[in-house]
């Protein structure tokens, strides 16, 4: 499985950004679709997650309402469509796939495969 993301870039704060990864695999649906980001200096966090159905979806606390996740299983690709900018938004976002169980979608540790990250700068 390779996962290639995209789309990261430089917003002003209030703006919005639309990550896409895309997924080379043969089964798409098999599996579970997680945004992360990284902060400088910080761990790497849970963002969202779409289980393989697209059916079930989950975010972190500090994007719900902002953030939106998606999943095209025609093209292979989920997106993360980011609202309302904040400049502690600003992070590399990863995306990941897991073939584990959904009840751990919020840990690195659950998800199999990575992207190599995108850069996100919200500046005021």
């Known amino acids: 499985v390779q996962l290639q993301a995209s789309g990261g870039g430089l917003v002003q704060a209030g703006g919005s950004l639309r990550l896409s990864c895309a997924a080379s695999?043969?089964?798409?649906?098999?599996?579970?679709m997680g945004w992360f980001r990284q902060a400088p200096g910080k761990e790497r966090e849970f963002v969202a997650a779409?289980?393989?159905?697209?059916?079930?979806?989950d975010y972190a606390d500090s994007v719900k309402g902002r953030f939106t996740i998606s999943r095209d299983g025609a093209k292979n690709t989920v997106d993360l469509q980011m609202n309302s900018l904040k400049l502690e938004d600003t992070a590399i976002y990863y995306c990941?796939?897991?073939?584990?169980?959904?009840?751990?979608?919020?840990?690195?540790?659950?998800?199999?495969?990575w992207g190599q990250g995108t850069l996100v700068t919200v500046s005021s």
């Open positions: 990941a796939a897991s073939s584990r169980s959904w009840i751990r979608r919020g840990y690195i540790g659950n998800y199999d495969y």
């Open positions: 695999v043969r089964t798409f649906s098999s599996y579970d």
């Open positions: 779409i289980s393989g159905s697209g059916r079930v979806i």
